[in-house]
Antibody
Framework: QITLKESGPTLVKPTQTLTLTCTFS??????????VGWVRQPPGKALEWLGL???????RHSPSVHTRLTITKDSSKNQVVLTLTNVDPADTATYYC?????????????WGPGTLVTVSS | EIVLTQSPGTLSLSPGERATLSCRASQTVTVNYVAWYQQKSGQAPRLLIHGASSRATGISDRFSGSGSGTDFTLTISRLEPEDFAVYYC?????????FGQGTRLEIK
């Protein structure tokens, strides 16, 4: 059974760095083709894809956050870490991590419950 | 980037009726790599359809996807009370991955 769960701060001040951890089970990020993505959703708004990291450490980032976003993995700990620098109130959102089982077909078949992050002074 | 436009914004129907949701892409989606998700209030999205027409594991056959190129459709054949939610399409044929703005399916 595949599960994912996001963890991290609920409140971050503007200009600070946001670090979120996705801890997963039921699959290995060492397995060929597997990826973990990050998607966020501002309150009352649509889903926005942020990035993806694959089993081979290949990464994809959205241009909207590309210069501020870093995604890393620790396959031995079954964790993926998202780092977003210089946050702004516009980064207030529920952040989700999600599993992608196919390098060529990046739909997300399992999602974490999400964690709400508020950016405010 | 590929922009996805979903219509209508809100769809008001009664249980037992048929729902047809549209997702139009600003350019051709490679290999018809379109997925549909259902999201209920306070919950994470749930994958319904991938590859434009393949149902995800455990999804009722009341849900079906169709389309190709730039026009894609999610059809729910007979609405059940639990189907009233927000639906998003996603394209993953080109980077960056993009989502539509959503269609809210509400009880009439």
């Amino acid at each position: 059974q595949i599960t994912l769960k996001e963890s991290g701060p609920t409140l971050v001040k503007p200009t600070q760095t946001l670090t979120l951890t996705c801890t997963f089970s039921g699959f290995s990020l060492s397995e060929s083709g597997v990826g973990v993505g990050w998607v966020r959703q501002p309150p009352g708004k649509a889903l926005e894809w942020l990035g993806l990291i694959y089993w081979n450490d290949d990464k994809r980032h959205s241009p909207s956050v590309h210069t501020r976003l870093t995604i890393t993995k620790d396959s031995s700990k079954n964790q993926v870490v998202l780092t977003l620098t210089n946050v702004d109130p516009a980064d207030t959102a529920t952040y989700y991590c999600a599993h992608s089982g196919d390098w060529f077909s990046n739909h997300f078949d399992y999602w974490g419950p999400g964690t709400l992050v508020t950016v405010s002074s | 980037e590929i922009v996805l436009t979903q219509s209508p914004g809100t769809l008001s129907l009664s249980p037992g009726e048929r729902a047809t949701l549209s997702c139009r892409a600003s350019q051709t989606v490679t290999v018809n790599y379109v997925a549909w998700y259902q999201q209920k209030s306070g919950q994470a999205p749930r994958l319904l359809i991938h590859g434009a027409s393949s149902r995800a594991t455990g999804i009722s056959d009341r849900f079906s996807g169709s389309g190709s190129g730039t026009d894609f459709t999610l059809t729910i054949s007979r609405l059940e009370p639990e189907d009233f939610a927000v639906y998003y399409c996603q394209q993953y044929g080109d980077s960056p991955i993009t989502f539509g703005q959503g269609t809210r399916l509400e009880i009439k």
